[in-house]
């Protein structure tokens, strides 16, 4: 439940506490505080209704009153509620090695079909796609839309493969500069492996830029 004017509602909900303990327990600083007749009207008698019934019914009138001058609402209309997911940088291999078929059908594809596979598990998440070997570039920017960033993936093929061997280096400048601005920073790679010193460089080199490292 909300109020119209919420301002209203604290406003006189406070005083209205504070007077109902100063009546609750201190009779003499009440009495002291108003004219007589206006207590007289304020004070429960023992006429009709027991004293502590009938405070408890004119507090409780009194704070109707104010829950009603604030203007309750139930708000019953649909919200539209902005879920904010990920962002993830996927790098893929595109090395000469990658056409080895140890891995049916070829290491390649079976790098596209892990990444593919990814996108379809994270489907309020955006992500980006990059390939890499001696060189690095941009295949598809953060995106959302998954059928497009699978199309893309699904297209790269022995043509895109460069003959020489993967150099981690320059796809470390390139996804530093592509998750700047992205909290958290992750990254994951898609590779047949390397050098091993080249990615034990590559992964202190994330680590010193903030960015989570996943190799599959």
Same mark, same amino acid.
């Given at each position: 439940?909300?109020?119209?004017?919420?301002?209203?509602?604290?406003? @006189?909900?406070?005083?209205?506490?504070?007077?109902?303990?100063?009546?609750?327990?201190?009779? #003499? &600083?009440?009495?002291?505080?108003?004219?007589?007749?206006?207590?007289?009207?304020? $004070?429960?008698? $023992?006429?009709?209704?027991?004293? =502590?019934?009938?405070?408890?019914?004119? *507090?409780?009138?009194? *704070?109707? !009153?104010?829950?009603?001058?604030? &203007?309750?609402?139930?708000?019953?209309?649909?919200?539209?509620?902005? =879920?904010?997911? @990920?962002?993830?940088?996927?790098?893929?291999?595109?090395?000469?090695?990658?056409? $080895? +078929?140890? #891995?049916?059908?070829?290491?390649?594809?079976?790098?596209? +079909?892990?990444?593919?596979?990814?996108?379809?598990?994270?489907?309020? #998440?955006?992500?980006? =796609?990059?390939?890499?070997?001696?060189?690095?570039?941009? @295949?598809?920017?953060?995106?959302?839309?998954?059928?497009?960033?699978? !199309?893309?993936?699904? &297209?790269?093929? #022995?043509?895109?493969?460069?003959?020489? $061997?993967?150099?981690?280096?320059?796809?470390?400048?390139?996804?530093?500069?592509?998750?700047?601005?992205? +909290?958290?920073?992750?990254?994951?790679?898609?590779?047949?492996?390397?050098?091993?010193?080249?990615?034990?460089?590559?992964?202190?080199? !994330?680590?010193?830029?903030?960015?989570? @490292?996943?190799?599959?």
């Amino acid at each position: 439940m909300l109020f119209v004017h919420p301002y209203l509602f604290w406003g @006189l909900v406070i005083p209205f506490v504070i007077f109902a303990l100063l009546i609750s327990t201190n009779k #003499d &600083r009440i009495s002291r505080l108003f004219d007589e007749k206006v207590l007289e009207r304020l $004070s429960a008698g $023992s006429d009709a209704v027991p004293m =502590v019934v009938r405070n408890i019914l004119i *507090f409780a009138a009194l *704070f109707l !009153m104010i829950v009603a001058i604030a &203007r309750p609402v139930v708000e019953k209309a649909d919200k539209l509620v902005e =879920v904010k997911g @990920l962002s993830l940088l996927t790098a893929l291999d595109i090395s000469g090695s990658m056409r $080895s +078929k140890d #891995d049916y059908p070829s290491r390649l594809e079976f790098a596209k +079909k892990k990444m593919t596979t990814l996108f379809d598990e994270m489907p309020s #998440d955006e992500i980006a =796609v990059v390939a890499f070997a001696h060189v690095s570039f941009v @295949l598809a920017p953060f995106s959302s839309d998954k059928e497009t960033l699978k !199309m893309i993936v699904e &297209r790269v093929n #022995d043509q895109y493969i460069n003959m020489g $061997s993967t150099d981690f280096s320059a796809l470390g400048s390139l996804s530093a500069k592509m998750l700047e601005e992205k +909290k958290p920073k992750m990254m994951i790679v898609f590779s047949d492996g390397g050098d091993k010193e080249a990615l034990a460089g590559f992964a202190e080199e !994330m680590k010193e830029s903030g960015i989570e @490292l996943y190799v599959v």
